[in-house]
């Protein structure tokens, strides 16, 4: 594996999260401020952020800071609060107030549930044990979601409390857990954050989701996440808007994963779907090498027809050898350096 290098060290415990470096920063903001005001204090503590990343990361400074009694992560939630408010968590930025009560496309008030939580051992090898916790809803709909009873029913599942599921990621860390691996993570953000400040041991956080989030929650997670385990689906706007019913897919996930870059590490995940070698298989992987070259990729070919699949013909089917080998000789040829086959 070339790439991943500061994930594997803070699960070995050699470099503290980036979440741990959150909290060390101490943050003067009030409550009461507007999310415009907020934003502009958020802006300037993460100048902070990235300087003391740096020290760390780079030049294996000491940390011998102490944790924050109000810290730049506390500033975040904050502003995660007023995001709900008006929510543009995600791309569709639906603008109903969560807080209130309100449910936009993910059908999602301001409580989270999650459906399950457990060590799981069938991820990319250098996540497993990862321990998972499957947040319940979703920002898309896809067609052929393998996990559909989760993402279609966000009523469904345990509610939040963070300190109590907290305390249960600091457990199982320390039972051999190498990360926190979020699924469908993007429409529980605020709650994430508060989970986040209430863990205690140093976890790598994975961020395990479709990447379809606002810029503003972009920016939220600068600091968050140690590695976007990141489903880059499609290579063009028709597809995203037949299959999961998401505009704009292109231009949201694709400036979402540069800016990510910049900050975080990423594990790309593309799922190949029958019939969709040239229009979807080569633009992802020839736009990854071309913006994006230095993460992991893992090509993906566990493709089942489930859920609403069969009212399309053309993805009511597994794929091919062929398509299979088609695949493989895209990434080759794109030079593509840690792949995952
Ligand atoms: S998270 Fe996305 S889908 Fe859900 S209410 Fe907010 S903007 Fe809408």
């Given at each position: 594996?070339?790439?991943?290098?500061?994930?594997?060290?803070i699960?070995?415990n050699?470099l503290?999260?980036?979440?741990?470096?959150?909290?060390?920063?101490?943050?003067?903001?009030?409550?009461?401020?507007?999310?415009?005001?907020?934003?502009?204090?958020?802006?300037?503590?993460?100048?902070?952020?990235?300087?003391?990343?740096?020290?760390?990361?780079?030049?294996?400074?000491?940390?011998?800071?102490?944790?924050?009694?109000?810290?730049?992560?506390?500033?975040?939630?904050?502003?995660?609060?007023?995001?709900?408010?008006?929510?543009?968590?995600?791309q569709?930025?639906?603008?109903?107030?969560?807080?209130?009560?309100?449910?936009?496309f993910?059908?999602?008030?301001?409580?989270?549930?999650?459906a399950?939580?457990f060590?799981?051992?069938?991820?990319?090898?250098?996540?497993?044990?990862s321990?998972?916790?499957?947040?319940?809803?979703?920002?898309?709909?896809?067609?052929?979601?393998q996990?559909?009873?989760?993402?279609?029913?966000?009523?469904?599942?345990?509610?939040?409390?963070?300190?109590?599921?907290?305390?249960?990621?600091?457990?199982?860390?320390?039972?051999?857990?190498?990360?926190?691996?979020?699924?469908?993570p993007?429409?529980?953000?605020?709650?994430?954050?508060?989970?986040?400040?209430?863990?205690?041991?140093?976890?790598?956080?994975?961020?395990?989701?479709?990447?379809?989030?606002?810029?503003?929650?972009?920016?939220?997670?600068?600091?968050?996440?140690?590695?976007?385990?990141?489903?880059?689906?499609?290579g063009?706007?028709?597809?995203?808007?037949?299959?999961?019913?998401?505009?704009?897919?292109?231009?949201?996930v694709?400036?979402?994963l540069?800016?990510?870059?910049?900050d975080?590490?990423?594990?790309?995940?593309?799922?190949?779907?029958p019939?969709h070698?040239?229009?979807?298989?080569?633009?992802?992987?020839?736009?990854?090498?071309?913006?994006?070259?230095?993460?992991?990729?893992?090509l993906?070919?566990?493709?089942?027809?489930?859920?609403?699949?069969?009212?399309?013909?053309?993805?009511?089917?597994?794929?091919?050898r062929?398509?299979?080998?088609?695949?493989?000789?895209?990434?080759?040829?794109?030079?593509?350096?840690?792949?995952?086959?």
């Open positions: 594996m070339l790439f991943l290098k500061n994930y594997l060290k699960s070995a050699e503290p999260s980036r979440a741990g470096l959150l909290k060390r920063i101490p943050a003067v903001f009030s409550d009461n401020s507007c999310e415009e005001e907020l934003w502009k204090i958020h802006e300037e503590y993460m100048g902070k952020y990235r300087e003391y990343k740096t020290r760390i990361y780079c030049f294996n400074e000491d940390i011998s800071q102490a944790k924050a009694e109000k810290s730049l992560l506390d500033l975040k939630i904050r502003i995660a609060e007023r995001v709900i408010g008006n929510c543009h968590l995600c569709r930025r639906c603008g109903v107030d969560r807080n209130r009560g309100e449910k936009g993910c059908r999602l008030t301001d409580t989270s549930r999650y399950a939580e060590l799981h051992m069938g991820e990319e090898p250098e996540l497993v044990p321990h998972t916790i499957f947040f319940t809803g979703c920002v898309f709909s896809c067609a052929y979601c996990n559909w009873d989760i993402s279609m029913h966000p009523e469904s599942g345990r509610e939040v409390s963070p300190a109590e599921l907290a305390r249960r990621i600091d457990q199982i860390r320390l039972k051999g857990a190498r990360n926190l691996n979020l699924v469908t993007t429409p529980h953000l605020h709650n994430i954050l508060k989970i986040i400040r209430e863990i205690s041991v140093n976890t790598p956080v994975v961020w395990n989701s479709n990447t379809y989030h606002s810029p503003e929650a972009g920016k939220l997670l600068e600091g968050v996440v140690d590695v976007f385990l990141a489903d880059l689906k499609y063009n706007n028709e597809c995203a808007l037949r299959y999961s019913n998401a505009k704009e897919y292109v231009e949201t694709t400036s979402n540069v800016f990510a870059s910049r975080a590490e990423i594990l790309m995940r593309h799922l190949v779907l019939g070698l040239d229009c979807c298989t080569r633009k992802v992987v020839d736009w990854t090498a071309s913006n994006i070259p230095e993460i992991r990729f893992n993906m070919f566990q493709y089942r027809p489930e859920y609403l699949a069969c009212r399309y013909p053309e993805i009511n089917r597994c794929l091919s062929q398509e299979m080998e088609r695949a493989i000789g895209m990434v080759k040829e794109a030079g593509l350096k840690d792949v995952l086959l």
